[in-house]
């Protein structure tokens, strides 16, 4: 697939950066990628939320994909595969990370308190507990953590793109705006996905508590094993 959507010396320069919208698209849904976004956005309920979170992620994976980039066009940095390898079992860390905390907080109850009655002149105590509720603070930390987690993607993924792609491109102006608009496709990609993966999430969030858990926990533990698979064969195996 990569390859298809691979510009070629002969095609125009409209024609390249339609190509680099389209890789970015496809690039936002490779299986790590969604494997750290779903992870977080399993943390919230809102569909818009989940869909900025997506946004912030690719945000990040551009920042780093036009930094690699400027370096490789104007200063000729290469990039050997075993930094790729390394980059790529730092994802595969993050994403382990990613998956134990999206777990724990499935299971963590954050306010524990009793209620106190009587039955029959007898007095009783039951203890609740419930899950922590959003709070606005709360909202606006996955702001940075998602850009983050985008941006080692972005460089863990660098290596693979500039290696298929910038030698097709004669201008290094043109190959940066390359860049600059696969990052753009990456953005929209990871907002479809995101808001796609949220909606489930939303529509179970009350009335289908045990199902959300159940989706919850398929999300970290998707970002879990893929990241312990990844780090097994880019660092252990390799």
Same mark, same amino acid.
């Given at each position: 697939?990569?390859?298809?959507?691979? &510009?070629?010396?002969?095609?125009?320069?409209?024609?390249? #950066?339609?190509?680099?919208?389209?890789?970015?698209?496809?690039?936002?849904?490779?299986?790590?990628?969604?494997? $750290?976004?779903?992870?977080?956005?399993? *943390?919230?309920?809102?569909?818009?939320?989940?869909? +900025? +979170? !997506?946004?912030?992620?690719?945000?990040?994976?551009?920042?780093?994909?036009?930094?690699?980039?400027?370096?490789?066009?104007?200063?000729?940095?290469?990039?050997?595969?075993?930094?790729?390898?390394?980059? *790529?079992?730092?994802?595969?860390?993050?994403?382990?990370?990613?998956?134990?905390?999206?777990?724990?907080?499935?299971?963590?109850?954050?306010?524990?308190?009793?209620?106190?009655?009587?039955?029959?002149?007898? *007095?009783?105590?039951?203890?609740?507990?419930? /899950?922590?509720?959003?709070?606005?603070?709360?909202?606006?930390?996955?702001? &940075?953590?998602?850009?983050?987690?985008?941006?080692?993607?972005?460089?863990?993924?660098?290596?693979?793109?500039? #290696?298929?792609?910038? %030698? /097709?491109?004669?201008? &290094?102006?043109? $190959?940066?705006?390359?860049?600059?608009?696969?990052?753009?496709?990456?953005?929209?990609?990871?907002?479809?996905?995101?808001?796609?993966?949220?909606? %489930?999430?939303?529509?179970?969030?009350?009335?289908? $508590?045990?199902?959300?858990?159940?989706?919850?926990?398929?999300? !970290?533990?998707?970002?879990?094993?893929?990241?312990?698979?990844?780090?097994?064969?880019?660092?252990?195996?390799?």
């Amino acid at each position: 697939m990569e390859e298809l959507l691979s &510009p070629s010396p002969e095609q125009s320069a409209v024609a390249v #950066l339609f190509i680099g919208f389209l890789f970015g698209l496809y690039h936002a849904i490779e299986a790590d990628h969604l494997a $750290a976004v779903s992870a977080i956005v399993s *943390e919230h309920k809102n569909p818009i939320l989940a869909s +900025i +979170i !997506g946004g912030f992620w690719g945000l990040g994976h551009t920042i780093s994909l036009f930094i690699v980039g400027a370096l490789v066009v104007f200063v000729k940095v290469q990039i050997s595969e075993q930094t790729e390898g390394i980059l *790529e079992g730092i994802v595969g860390l993050m994403l382990v990370l990613l998956g134990l905390n999206a777990i724990r907080k499935i299971f963590s109850a954050d306010e524990i308190h009793s209620h106190s009655h009587e039955h029959d002149g007898v *007095e009783h105590s039951h203890i609740h507990a419930h /899950t922590k509720v959003e709070n606005g603070s709360s909202h606006h930390r996955f702001a &940075p953590r998602s850009v983050a987690v985008g941006m080692i993607h972005g460089l863990a993924g660098s290596a693979g793109l500039m #290696l298929l792609v910038l %030698p /097709t491109i004669n201008s &290094p102006w043109l $190959a940066l705006f390359y860049i600059l608009i696969f990052g753009i496709g990456s953005i929209a990609g990871m907002v479809i996905m995101s808001l796609l993966m949220g909606l %489930p999430l939303y529509a179970t969030a009350d009335r289908f $508590a045990v199902l959300n858990k159940a989706i919850r926990f398929a999300a !970290g533990g998707f970002s879990l094993i893929w990241g312990a698979m990844l780090f097994h064969e880019k660092i252990i195996a390799a």
